[in-house]
């Protein structure tokens, strides 16, 4: 569809990953469904990154949102994705957390895919806040 993805392997805050996008044009990764998320599992399993470890993508939830334990994301969403909105629809398959995100409506956060280990098909992974 156009996109292109690069791995990198700093370990800095989420503030400092969306920094360093924003200075290469581009933005930090997302995916409406299986084939983003397979190509990211693809692209870290091609940096040999050991597990566990957790990457940022641009998934966040602002302050003014709750969590929705009954949502995929948990009430997260994509950041600057279609101008800042991201596709409504959430496939159930990206609805895997490693840890559930702590309840509330009143603080941002951020949530990191996480790689757990390799299960001889691929990395096992989830969402981690």
Do not use: I, M
């Amino acid at each position: 569809a156009g996109a292109c993805f690069s791995a990198h392997l700093a370990n800095v805050s989420y503030a400092e990953a969306r920094g360093a996008c924003d200075r290469r044009r581009g933005g930090l990764a997302w995916g409406s469904g299986e084939p983003e998320l397979s190509l990211l599992l693809g692209l870290l399993a091609e940096a040999a990154v050991p597990a566990p470890a957790v990457f940022w993508v641009g998934l966040k939830r602002n302050a003014s949102s709750c969590t929705h334990e009954e949502q995929p994301l948990r009430g997260f969403s994509w950041e600057g994705v279609g101008g800042g909105t991201a596709p409504r629809e959430v496939p159930a398959v990206l609805g895997r957390w490693v840890q559930e995100p702590l309840q509330s409506c009143l603080t941002a956060r951020c949530a990191g895919l996480h790689l757990v280990a390799d299960a001889g098909d691929g990395p096992s992974w989830g969402w981690k806040e």
